[in-house]
């Protein structure tokens, strides 16, 4: 387990004007990119499918899209087209392996690298047309705290930060909750913690950060923030191996170790969000 880190004060951004959460969607984030986000968003909905339910993954790191990578797909129509309006939106979702639909992003365009009124009014237009039609909408996320993760994060009614033991990873989840905490007054995160060493690792971690977040962010008179350790996916060696080939660890190795994890991340995620919001 990581050692005690000291949490490094960040300055948000501007709050965006406040929308209302969408019951049927969570958010998949990290502080810092590498932690294996995208890596759990694919997973966790081919797990999803497996048990039975219509998912959806959209690709919300709109600058910097990789998903279509961890999938090996090749889409001739992104979410920039349906945006600006030469394509369709039902023809711009994909089928993925795993057995669930996902809606990519394009990769490198500057133009969605901050929340313009354009960006934010697409983006909610297309939530409005998706969110009916699936049990669950996951949203990839970008990693960091810019506007546009935030104003993606603040579309769903259930946030899963994804952080490893490594005290870069966890300083920078101490300061996404902060934020998230300060901005959309979430009374409630979930962690993922990734690339873990020992079993309990992650418990521990997530209440090392609880801790933390008691002691520095304020928050309204008895209504503080909780943090929810939802697993601990291992260290594994397949997941290397599935990443490497581009495959999705629920298909290649649905019995090791860390895809084990997952499933139990999805029968968590079924309980919180399918069933409560059906």
Known sequence: MSDVFIPTETKPAAPPTPVQPLGKVVAVTSGKGGVGKTFVSANLAAALAKLGHKVLVLDADLGLANLDVVLNLYPKITLHDVFTGKAKLEDAIVRAPGGFSVLLAGSGMVEYSRLSPEV????LRIMAGLVPHY?????????GISDVVLFAVSLASEVIVVATPEPTSLTDAYATIKVLVGQQKRQSVRMVINQTARLGDGRAITVQLQQVLDRFVTTEPGRPVKLVHMCDIPADP???QAVMRRQLLMQSAPGCPAALAISQLALKIEEAVIRRNP
């Open 238 to 240: 397949t997941v290397r």
């Open 135 to 143: 049990d669950v909408v996951l949203l990839d996320t970008g990693a």
């Open 120 to 123: 934010r009014d697409d983006f």
